[in-house]
């Protein structure tokens, strides 16, 4: 599977896209107006590790819940990520066997190098 978790809304996903030039078989889902469903998450966790790795603790919502706070479980983590799209940590790709989570510089290259053979 090749597939990119992404919010169309994010100027920082839209422009890592851009920059990725991701070839055709890649499949985009906005996150936003396609919710992740639990298979798919199941299948991001499994190729992570980790619900935790697939969370955004830099979410608004993260601090005005109070959930950093909080002793959050594997548990909770898949919850919250499920329960609204901002606590997935974007962009999410994956290029098969491979997953490549966030936005920081290194994840980005790794997965231009992986793309772009």
């Not at 890592?16 to 998450?41: E, G, H, M, W, Y």
């Given at each position: 599977m090749k597939k990119v978790y992404y919010l169309k809304?994010?100027?920082?996903?839209?422009?890592?896209?851009?920059?990725l030039n991701l070839p055709s078989d890649f499949i985009l889902q906005d996150i936003k107006t396609d919710r992740i469903t639990v298979n798919q998450l199941e299948e991001l966790y499994a190729l992570s590790g980790s619900y935790e790795a697939?969370?955004?603790?830099?979410?608004?919502l993260y601090k005005e819940m109070g959930l950093k706070d909080q002793n959050l479980t594997e548990k909770d983590y898949k919850h919250y990520i499920l329960d609204h799209y901002t606590f997935l940590?974007?962009?999410?790709?994956?290029?098969?066997?491979?997953i490549f989570?966030?936005?920081?510089?290194?994840?980005?290259?790794?997965?231009?190098?992986?793309?772009?053979?």
């Amino acid at each position: 599977m090749k597939k990119v978790y992404y919010l169309k809304t994010c100027s920082t996903c839209n422009r890592i896209l851009k920059a990725l030039n991701l070839p055709s078989d890649f499949i985009l889902q906005d996150i936003k107006t396609d919710r992740i469903t639990v298979n798919q998450l199941e299948e991001l966790y499994a190729l992570s590790g980790s619900y935790e790795a697939l969370f955004s603790k830099r979410a608004k919502l993260y601090k005005e819940m109070g959930l950093k706070d909080q002793n959050l479980t594997e548990k909770d983590y898949k919850h919250y990520i499920l329960d609204h799209y901002t606590f997935l940590s974007r962009p999410v790709i994956v290029n098969n066997a491979q997953i490549f989570i966030g936005n920081s510089a290194n994840v980005i290259e790794a997965a231009r190098l992986v793309i772009q053979g």
